[in-house]
Nanobody, 118 residues
């Protein structure tokens, strides 16, 4: 599985960005896809995830501001980020998880930098 993230950039607080993650390769049994954020000195944290059947999950800090979605025809996942805050700054990684027989395997994109200025 190859993941190509794009859409990061510099934006002022209150602005919006849309991240995209294009997936290719063997997508068989990819059950969950998500966006993670990493900032210096901190562990990578889950921002939003979408599972088969379109169930979604969000970090409390982004609920009501971010929306995760997917386009199965294009094998692409999106993260619409509105009302951005400086604390949203970080490198955003897209993730695809394959769950097989009780085990899971994670695939990661290269990351895209989001910088929110105050």
């Amino acid at each position: 599985v190859q993941l190509q993230a794009s859409g990061g950039g510099l934006v002022q607080a209150g602005g919006s960005l849309r991240l995209s993650c294009a997936a290719s390769g063997s997508l068989f049994n990819i059950n969950v896809m998500g966006w993670y954020r990493q900032t210096p000195g901190k562990q990578r944290e889950l921002v939003a995830a979408i599972a088969s059947g379109s169930n979604t999950n969000y970090a409390d800090s982004v609920k009501g501001r971010f929306t995760i979605s997917g386009d199965n025809a294009k094998n692409t996942m999106y993260l619409q980020m509105n009302n951005l805050k400086p604390e949203d700054t970080g490198v955003y990684y897209c993730n695809a998880r394959r769950v097989v027989a009780g085990s899971h395997y994670d695939f990661w994109g290269q990351g895209t930098l989001v910088t929110v200025s105050s």
